[in-house]
Nanobody, 125 residues
């Protein structure tokens, strides 16, 4: 059973930073490309960023460019999302996902194979 487990969410003031982590529990998904999504209350799930696990190349949605940085640590089988200059509108549940076949460029438009349960980020004004 593949599991993706997110952590690092919490309450932060506007202008602050958080780093989210996503660990895969099985070797199966170790080298799958991964991505971060978020879903704000009352809104659809939104793609943020993706990373090619082998090469480390990244791809960002326009909404994430400039403030968010995706990265990975192969040795720890962990993906990160560094979020800076947070705004109240960044309040959402943040999810990590993995895909067997999608590239970093297509993960925003391709159904994912695995999802984590999400971690809540709340940004206060």
């Amino acid at each position: 059973q593949v599991q993706l487990v997110e952590s690092g969410g919490g309450l932060v003031q506007a202008g602050g930073s958080l780093r989210l982590s996503c660990v895969a529990s099985t070797v199966t998904v170790t080298r799958y490309n991964r991505a971060w999504f978020r879903q704000a209350p009352g809104k659809e799930r939104e793609f943020l960023a993706a990373i090619n696990w082998d090469r480390g190349s990244t791809y960002y949605a326009d909404s994430a460019k400039g403030r968010f940085t995706i990265s990975r640590d192969n040795a720890k089988n962990t993906m990160y999302l560094q979020m800076n200059s947070l705004k109240p509108e960044d309040t959402a549940v943040y999810y990590c996902a993995a895909s067997r076949s999608a590239t970093a460029q297509t993960m925003g438009i391709t159904p994912m194979d695995y999802w984590g349960k999400g971690t809540l980020v709340t940004v206060s004004s």
